[in-house]
């Protein structure tokens, strides 16, 4: 019963907000060292299987994050990407893009569609507003 108690307490949002806020310098440099290595470990691995999307990508974003954490879009092609939180329980309320300039709220259930520049192949890094729930937008 105490486990149970503590692990509902985790899970509310407001903690999960304050460990974010506790962990997200620790992001921030994790952030910054992915960046500078692009296109290395990172994009290796299971993710290597993610097809290139076609049209607007959709991603959502709940309690896990944001879904799915890594996307390919085409050089070329419109970049564009449609984000969506299905949840209250998260602290992914809000997208930023670090390097674009990019920082927007994510309201319950709307669609919010974000369109990055595909003219170079690049590594775009999103997270949520505290800069956990690391994910990446892969152009190629
Ligand atoms: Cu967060």
Known sequence: MLV????????????????HALF???AFLALLSASCSKSS?????ATSQNAVAAGPVTIIADGNGFTPSEVKVAKGSDGKLRFQRKSDDTCATEV???????KKPLPLNQVVEITVPTTEAKTYAFTCGMGM???AVVVN
């Open 96 to 102: 930023v893009f670090p390097e674009l300039n990019i």
């Open 4 to 19: 149970a108690g503590l692990a509902q307490l985790l899970l509310h949002p407001r903690i999960m907000r304050l460990i």
């Open 41 to 45: 470990a990172a994009t290796e691995g």
């Open 24 to 26: 997200a310098p620790v």
């Open 133 to 135: 729930f690391k994910s």
